[in-house]
């Protein structure tokens, strides 16, 4: 394994250039997967226009607006890990209106948002028609290896030492889920970028092989 430094413009110019060059005649549903202390949804926005200049349009869903009721996500309280890394998110319904009208046969009408957390109830976001070729970027934490059903992933990956430095001490409660996506999951195994991000100034392409 190597890490190889590169600067924040040129990740983004080298990711919408592979990206774009997938499958053009069809969908693609691509995750950005990071705890929230690397900042996903940065780079999932960076990347919206350039892919939109290189002919791919691009939509955003962010799984901040795919959280279950309060009444589910806080059953055991307000910081509990092992509910934030369970039951936080609804991923039934990211699968249902997003990622399986988004596949290769699903109906190309998703939903942008589901739930809105600040008042705890539906979105009533309007539904989406993507268009041919379209790219749907998902970004946030914990998103590999349950199984959605992406057909490219970037994870965002941060030492241990650079996750507890860089969270919050209000999310401090959730270090231990990360952990235990660490071990359990060990996304930069198989994503199929990954980016070291312990500071965000200066991002470095993990590469694997010779």
Do not use: C, K, Q
């Amino acid at each position: 394994m190597r890490v190889r430094p590169v600067s924040f413009p040129l990740l983004v110019e080298g990711l919408a250039d592979r990206l774009a060059s997938r499958e053009s005649d069809s969908r693609l549903r691509v995750a950005v997967d990071g705890a929230d202390a690397a900042d996903p949804g940065r780079l999932a926005d960076a990347l919206v226009d350039p892919l939109r200049v290189r002919g791919r349009p691009t939509v955003r869903v962010d799984t901040s607006d795919f959280l279950r009721p309060a009444s589910l996500r806080l059953e055991f309280g307000r910081t509990n890990p092992d509910s934030f890394y369970t039951g936080w998110f609804d991923e039934a319904g990211l699968i249902r209106e997003v990622l399986s009208p988004a596949g290769p046969d699903g109906s190309g009408r998703i939903l942008e948002r589901l739930w809105d957390a600040h008042i705890d109830r539906a979105a009533r976001a309007p539904y989406r028609e993507l268009p041919p070729g379209a790219i749907v970027l998902v970004s946030g934490p914990l998103l590999l290896g349950s199984g959605l059903p992406f057909d490219f992933s970037v994870h965002l990956e941060l030492t241990p030492a650079a996750l507890a430095r860089r969270t919050p001490d209000d999310l401090a409660w959730t270090l231990p889920a990360y952990r235990r996506y660490a071990d359990e999951v060990a996304p930069e195994t198989f994503a199929d970028v990954v980016v070291r991000l312990d500071d965000p100034r200066h991002p470095a392409l993990v590469v694997t092989g010779s």
